[in-house]
């Protein structure tokens, strides 16, 4: 087949499921969505489907990145608009599949929005919602709206004219319009895309590498994940575009093993790739061959780092080597090796079917395009977002992401993982761009984006990073294996109390030395949490330090609960959940902790009711309350006759 | 276990770069790599045991002891950190009587500690075998663990 009749043939199906006259649900199965409970909506929806004898269209869909919402289900009625359900529980199934398929109420109360061209009375757009309407969808075209496990949705939506297209150009020229599209590297480190590919291009050797890092290691990223899982074909249409424009002859697919998900639905859509010869021998009869190969990495965060990448693909130990020689030049055995990341090649397709100055016409003169981010922690809107460069912290963080839990005071955001920064509330003005992040001490990375509120110590924040960075150190450089380790040890008595003097002016040292001397990313990015949060959280430090004090009241060492007498009424529900019976008491008498055996796991004050309130935690000194169970002094309901 | 592992080897005869994914296939048939199994790997891979070992624990993902029946893995990453994850681990140890890399003494359960599943919007995340478990409080964990008793 050649590729006009694949996309006459993907077309007419497209359409014909368009113009179905049965309902068409969709239920979004991405990782998130069953960790949410997907299946089990899935599950119900089918019951009650066969239980009522409808006829529908069952469609598993990837993320549209409204995690918070999670789990999320659309319907299409015949000439209808799709609407998409949030927070959708096994139990509503019955009353929404009889409310909106049968009865024909679109459920407002439980609606969404409406995807799609047409409205409902009543009902927004979803792409109009705050959290939509400031993004910009390139990467994530497709996720959450068409079947992952279909080429032929992808290629109705416009997949694979990219390639098409630039089979019809020379490579030069396909390397002529990434370098026009501005792209740069998603993976973090921003290196100009069109340029990397022309190295390599130009490197000698008949035998060339393309490797894609799906190695997605950063705690607190889920982008290359959802994207995955959600439209793996964008990803491989921009590998096949990278190798035919680099005179790639074998691709690899570098994913970590903890993505399951992701992997199935690579290795589906490999072999869907075969089957219409997008892949292989004489691709789409132009004298193009590729193969693309799945490895699945193995838990170590540092072969996300590209040598150490290639290292694992050649069944070593997962250890970076210094550069030069780069892998453009020496790479996967020796060999010229191009490596993007995930997002990367997902924009490279993109940019093929619509033009690089379409693209360019996204972004900041020097961050073209779009990025996704990954918002997740104390943010009310968690989820997965595509905005253009240039945007604001502030903006992604209030605007799409809704603002701060519980009303809670926004205390820090966090770019670029264990190699980023942590930066503060006078910082939300900043533009997202490469050139910005990296000047406030952080980096873009790859896309995570964690939220703190005040509740989160920063200083334990940055303990947990180098803890993080400490282990999964490889141990090649002395700078990394040992300078990481000196660092935690300063943090961790930092926060457990015992944090001497001078131990703000050491750290910024070793992070100097271990910034400048290590041998490859991870060590070289590793203390940047700990330089930001001194050059803008010092007064935590200076209180941890000089006062013995937790001002988030989070690292264990340093706080304590008591039960106030006043509050108390005795109800038992503390004593009974402590998991260590620290806890003592009896009915209607105030009950005590007693100190010594609590572990501060914090169960108490999770439990006593909201109207008693009456565990609290404090850092520093002491309180005083009786340290025998005392008769309740008030009357039963004070608390809630003031509150 | 000789006749499974020579059905696996055979598949990856002259591949390069074959290591990881052997041991990878070796793992998920027999649920940890034992010393017999290295052995045999090095030999068919023309490496020296140290060599193996040496790939083999330098990735988290290989365990070299018998493991329990189910997987219990607390997620530990940076937005299950903010969310308070290291009450849920804590919370599960003492469920479980393990701390993580442990194995209960009836062999039910094993415990680790993971740095990220990606399921970050739904922190903190707690997976068991292979079902992701998301929004996970003391109570929901401690629930979720008797349905594996």
Redesign the interface.
Known sequence: MTFGEIHKQAILEWEALQNSEKPRIFVGTA??G???GAMAVLEAIDKELSRRNIDAIITQVGCIGL??A?PLVDIIKANRPRICYGGVSPEIIPQLIEDYIISDNPRPDMALGTIGEYSIDGLPKLFELPMLRPQVRISLRNCGLIDPEDIKQYVANGGYSGLAKALRMSPEEVIEEIKKSGLRGRGGAGFPTGQKWEFCRRSPGKEKYLICNAD???????M???LLESDPHAVLEGMLIGAYAIGATQGYIYCR????LAIERLKMALKQMAEYRLLGDNMLGSGFSFQIEM???????VCGEETALMM????????PRSRPPFPAVSGL?GKPTNINNVETWANVSAILQRGGDWYASFGTEKSKGTKTF?????IVR???IEVPMGISLGDIIYEIGGGIVGGKRFKSV?TG??SGGCLPASMLDLPVDYESLTQAGSIMGSG?M???DED?CMVD?AR??LS?TQAES?GKCVPCRVGTRHMLNILERITQGEGQSRDIERLERLAQVVKSTALCGLGQTAPNPVLTTIRYFRDEYETHINERRCPALACTALISYYILPDKCEGCGICLRDC?VSAISGGKRMVHVIDQSQC?K???CL?VCPDRFSAVVKVSGGTLTVPTEPTPVTKSKGDNRASA | MHEKLTQILASYSGQRGALVPVLQKVQEALGYLPAEAISEIALFLRLSESEVYGVATFYAQFRFERQGEHSVRVCQGTACHVRGSRRILEAVQRELGIQPGETSEDYKFSLERVACFGSCALAPVMVVDKTVYGRMSITKARKTLDEYR
Do not use: N, Q
């Not at chain 1, 490895?295 to 965060?301: D, V, W, Y």
């Open positions: 990782t998130c069953r960790a949410a995690c918070y999670e997605e290691g950063d705690p607190g990223a889920f290359d994940r959802s093993a903890e993505y399951p490895k699945e990495g193995a838990g170590a965060f694992s693909i050649e069944g070593k130990r997962g250890m055995w990954a918002l997740a922690g104390k968690t989820g997965l966090l993982g264990p995570g964690v939220v703190a989160t924040l947990y990073f993080f490889c998991p572990t796991c914090g169960t999770d």
